[in-house]
């Protein structure tokens, strides 16, 4: 089984939430970020009915992690729709 916070894309996106989480002034510490993080890909992952590898790679754009950013405490699975509504 692979541990998705060693994989490259899992780094990438965890550095822009990071990035993104700052412009929006919210501040987070990086064991919290990264939890966060993979908290929403397994998330993703069963809602999609995916192992979180797929979730990972498939569902997690760019834009879904900017999305994350604006509402990380409050932060749930966030649907096709809502990325699309954007």
């Not at 192992?51 to 569902?59: G, H, K, V």
Request: charged share 20%; no cysteine.
């Amino acid at each position: 089984m692979v541990n998705i916070r060693n994989m490259k894309v899992f780094k990438e996106r965890l550095a822009q939430l990071e990035q993104e989480a700052s412009r929006h002034g919210v501040v987070l510490v990086p064991a919290q970020a990264a939890d966060l993080l993979a908290d929403h890909i397994a998330a993703v992952a069963h809602q999609f009915g995916v192992t979180e590898r797929t979730a990972l790679q498939t569902y997690i754009a760019p834009h879904a992690i900017s999305l994350m950013a604006e509402r990380p405490s409050g932060n749930r699975v966030t649907t096709w729709r809502e990325v699309a509504q954007r």
